[in-house]
């Protein structure tokens, strides 16, 4: 069974910086889209980044020009350059296929982003 793993996350004051990484034990990233996803309390979860099995990526519109995804299909890790935080990105976030299987949603990881 596929378990997705986040890390990375925390308390970082508003400008700031944080690296989320996902992993994959028991899978191979690399033949996959993947997305990372976030949600904060009261919203529905939104897609944040997508990279295709070839590189290619896609932003929300919210994180375009501050976050960063990536991959690495030798590790099998994909990764979350998140800088010039805000508060409104504070949110549960998470990683899965893109676009998501529902099966594979993993704990996420908290962003706290407060002075």
């Known amino acids: 069974q596929v378990q997705l793993v986040e890390s990375g996350g925390g308390l970082v004051q508003p400008g700031g910086s944080l690296r989320l990484s996902c992993a994959a034990p028991g899978s191979i990233l690399s033949l996959y889209p993947m997305g990372w996803y976030r949600q904060a309390p009261g919203n529905q979860r939104e897609l944040v980044a997508g990279?295709?099995?070839?590189?290619?990526?896609r932003y929300a519109d919210s994180v375009k020009g501050r976050f960063t995804i990536s991959r690495d299909n030798v590790l099998n890790m994909v990764y979350l350059q998140m800088n010039s935080l805000k508060p409104e990105d504070a949110a549960v976030y998470y990683c899965n296929h893109w676009p998501p299987n529902p099966r594979y949603w993993g704990q996420g990881t908290q962003v706290t982003v407060s002075s």
């Open positions: 990279v295709t099995s070839s590189g290619g990526t």
